[in-house]
């Protein structure tokens, strides 16, 4: 069933900017020039995210674009590599480095709670509608007179800092609605109105795949707000975030930001391991944060064979010993290789790995000056 039943009661009617300042706040948007020159002629929508930043003073943003009519077929008229997506009806093309996803207008209807919504063809007022807030339930045309399209009240909840769904079941149809009210929050700043906070707390994930999940959570851990957002998320108890989250996260990216650490773990998968860690890893890192090793070489073996998110995790958890592993020692290499054991009358195997970990263990404790006091030690620990 399409969902598009207003929620809640309406504010007092708002203001609405006059059309020659959303016409000049329009023109001044990055990439709406070359646009209009592109798609002259075809009934095109700025819509969403974009209509809300713009109408908070934005001038550059990624753009989302509703097409009345086939939005594949306007975005080759770009004359730009267009990525196409045949069941949703949706293109993406790259303009001067900004972003444009093209979508034909339409409705959305859900089989079961959760599940990715059957799509039709239909009018702007029917796409409008079936967006997650009334913030984003805001259309300006590309072309003709410029008026802003607001059939929800989504201005006024602007100008109220208010988040507001469009229909009671929103969060049924889309669970994970309620994981980009907090994101969305956060960055915006926003409340939630009564009625979406009472909905939200009644959300579910439980219709939802762990893979979709994970994907809003990666959206909210690489927002600028994703510490406020994660401390949403465990407030209303959704998607496995738990208190220490926000802090954990905070932690891990200071650490990542680091440029000595940088290269240690994919910065993303950090955060995520940060925002719902896994129990093991978590535990692991712990123990590693709390370990005193007494050398340099003892520091070495600690790490060596550790995940890189643990020895992220490790380092944001308190363990400072692990800057020096960071910065030092794991930079540290030997100036002889196995061939020159072998050539010594080792047998090639164990006793040549045997005999390199020696070698470098002593060059990391200051042990050894020079290849031919590591070819020394390494021949002694290899035998």
């Known amino acids: 069933m399409v969902r598009n039943a207003p929620l809640g009661i309406m504010s007092t009617p708002e203001k609405r900017p006059d059309a020659p300042s959303l016409a000049s706040r329009l023109e001044a948007l990055d990439g709406i020039a070359k646009l209009r020159r592109s798609l002259s002629g075809s009934r095109v929508y700025l819509v969403g995210g974009a209509v809300r930043d713009l109408l908070r003073g934005a001038t550059r943003a990624d753009l989302d674009l509703v097409v009345e009519g086939d939005a594949v077929a306007v975005a080759s008229g770009l004359g730009l590599p267009v990525r196409a997506h045949d069941r949703f009806g949706t293109a993406s093309v790259d303009l001067d480095g900004l972003r444009v996803d093209l979508a034909s207008a339409r409705r959305e209807r859900?089989?079961?709670?959760?599940?990715?919504?059957?799509?039709?063809?239909?009018?702007?007022?029917?796409?409008?509608?079936?967006?997650?807030?009334?913030?984003?339930?805001?259309?300006?045309?590309?072309?003709?007179?410029?008026?802003?399209?607001?059939?929800?009240?989504?201005?006024?909840?602007?100008?109220?800092?208010?988040?507001?769904?469009?229909h009671p079941l929103s969060f049924v149809d889309d669970p994970t609605r309620a994981l980009r009210a907090a994101r969305y929050a956060a960055r915006l700043g926003f409340e939630l109105e009564p009625a979406t906070a009472e909905l939200v707390s009644a959300t579910s994930l439980e219709s939802v795949s762990a893979e979709r999940i994970e994907a809003e959570l990666r959206r909210t851990v690489l927002d600028g707000a994703a510490s406020a957002a994660l401390r949403l998320l465990a407030s209303w108890g959704l998607a496995g975030v738990d208190a220490g989250a926000a802090g954990r996260l905070e932690a891990v990216r200071e650490v990542v930001s680091d440029p000595a650490w940088a290269d240690v773990a994919d910065r993303e998968e950090a955060l995520m391991a940060a925002a719902v860690p896994d129990a093991?890893?978590?535990?692991?890192?712990?123990?590693?944060?709390?370990?005193?090793?007494?050398?340099?070489?003892?520091?070495?073996?600690?790490?060596?064979?550790?995940?890189?998110?643990?020895?992220?995790?490790?380092?944001?958890?308190?363990?400072?010993?692990?800057?020096?592993?960071?910065?030092?020692?794991?930079?540290?290499?030997?100036?002889?290789?196995?061939?020159?054991?072998?050539?010594?009358?080792?047998?090639?195997?164990?006793?040549?790995?045997?005999?390199?970990?020696?070698?470098?263990?002593?060059k990391l404790d200051g042990k050894t000056a020079g290849r031919d006091d590591e070819l020394r030690v390494a021949l002694a620990a290899a035998s």
């Open 110 to 166: 859900y089989e079961r709670p959760g599940a990715l919504p059957v799509v039709e063809p239909a009018p702007l007022a029917d796409d409008l509608a079936r967006r997650d807030f009334t913030v984003n339930a805001m259309g300006l045309p590309l072309f003709g007179a410029v008026e802003l399209i607001d059939p929800h009240g989504g201005l006024g909840d602007l100008e109220a800092r208010r988040l507001r769904v469009l």
């Open 280 to 362: 093991r890893l978590e535990t692991a890192a712990l123990r590693l944060a709390s370990a005193r090793p007494s050398s340099p070489s003892e520091g070495v073996a600690l790490t060596r064979g550790r995940p890189p998110v643990e020895l992220v995790a490790a380092r944001a958890a308190g363990g400072a010993w692990l800057d020096e592993w960071v910065r030092k020692w794991r930079n540290v290499g030997l100036e002889i290789d196995g061939e020159d054991l072998m050539a010594r009358g080792v047998p090639e195997g164990p006793a040549v790995g045997r005999g390199l970990a020696g070698a470098l263990a002593a």
